[in-house]
Nanobody, 120 residues
Framework: QVQLVESGGGLVQAGGSLRLSCAAS????????MGWYRQAPGAQRELVAA???????NYADSVKGRFTISRDNAKNTVYLQMNSLKPEDTAVYYC??????????????WGKGTQVTVSS
């Protein structure tokens, strides 16, 4: 079992920044990748950014150049630094972890989500 707890969401004006954190605990030694997903009202959940155990990252086209995913292995924490936020970034952001994600598997564990609201 893996537990994921997100923090750092909130309300920010367009052009502002937020940093999300995801603290992982439990059986984390076999995690293959961790990622941030988001779901806006009426939309499907989408991948925002992911980072593998080897340190490789990938991003949705819509956030490239604005968002950065990183991790602190000592703290078992993954971060999402979000800059130049836009109203269309408004969504619930979820942290996820997977054991076979790099080979096409799903994310196996999910946090409860944190709301990010960007006002225009």
């Amino acid at each position: 079992q893996v537990q994921l707890v997100e923090s750092g969401g909130g309300l920010v004006q367009a052009g502002g920044s937020l940093r999300l954190s995801c603290a992982a605990s439990g059986s984390i030694f076999s995690i293959d990748a961790m990622g941030w997903y988001r779901q806006a009202p009426g939309a499907q959940r989408e991948l925002v950014a992911a980072i593998t155990s080897g340190g490789s990252t990938n991003y949705a086209d819509s956030v490239k150049g604005r968002f950065t995913i990183s991790r602190d292995n000592a703290k078992n924490t993954v971060y999402l630094q979000m800059n130049s936020l836009k109203p269309e970034d408004t969504a619930v952001y979820y942290c996820a972890a997977g054991f076979r994600w790099r080979s096409g598997g799903p994310m196996d564990y999910w946090g409860k989500g944190t709301q990010v609201t960007v006002s225009s």
